[in-house]
């Protein structure tokens, strides 16, 4: 699930929920509007430990971020509860802009930086946490789902079943550089719920 079209193909095959946020991602021409900054769909929703209220994430790619900005002002401002802020990432250091807006029942948040979209924290972020419910399969998702209902973050929900000290996002993406093997071998040590032996 590395590509773009790999995700949209999982959510239109998925549960329910992922088969509605495809349909609301098509229906919202947010892929073909943000073609030229390589739209990718991330967040809580393709990798199932979504709750209730939780946004659909779309990653891209903006060189100029200004320009990236007007479009999607220019596209959604119209959508409810329309807003957009710049920032600067405390863990890469890259500016960046994220715009929300409502799509029917869905909270969108579309994220853009200035670099390649497999560069970014929150899809590493992504990768790692989907690699993990590999090796935890039904038990893990629900232990991360609980945790999210009693108001933690997807990072450090997935930092506290692994018994993670420190800054819950940097230690994710330390995790994000190790191989299947080397992860799921560590991971096996860290929980006592696993799909696979």
């Not at 200004?66 to 409810?80: C, P």
């Not at 802009?97 to 560069?119: K, R």
């Not at 996002?169 to 032996?197: H, P």
Request: hydrophobic residues 40%.
């Amino acid at each position: 699930m590395k590509t773009a079209a790999e995700v949209m193909a999982h959510l239109e095959s998925g549960n329910k929920r992922q088969r509605e946020a495809h349909r609301v991602l098509l229906q919202s021409e947010l892929f073909s509007i943000l073609n030229e900054y390589t739209p990718y769909p991330a967040g809580t929703v393709p990798i199932d430990v979504d709750i209730p209220g939780s946004d659909l994430d779309i990653l891209c790619e903006a060189a100029d971020l200004d320009a990236f900005e007007r479009l999607v002002t220019q596209q959604y401002s119209g959508m409810s509860h329309f807003s957009c802020q710049r920032g600067v990432g405390l863990a890469d250091g890259h500016a960046y802009v994220t715009c929300s807006f409502q799509v029917e029942d869905w909270p969108v948040e579309v994220f853009a930086q200035s670099i390649q979209v497999i560069s970014q924290n929150a899809y590493l972020h992504m990768l790692v946490e989907w690699e993990l419910l590999q090796l935890w399969g039904a038990e893990g998702h629900a232990q991360i789902r609980r945790l999210k209902q009693e108001g933690l973050k997807t990072e450090p929900a997935f930092a506290a079943v692994l018994g993670l000290h420190g800054d819950p996002y940097m230690e994710l993406l330390r995790l994000a550089g190790w191989s299947r093997n080397k992860l799921w071998n560590w991971a096996r040590q860290q929980t006592s719920f696993q799909k696979n032996s």
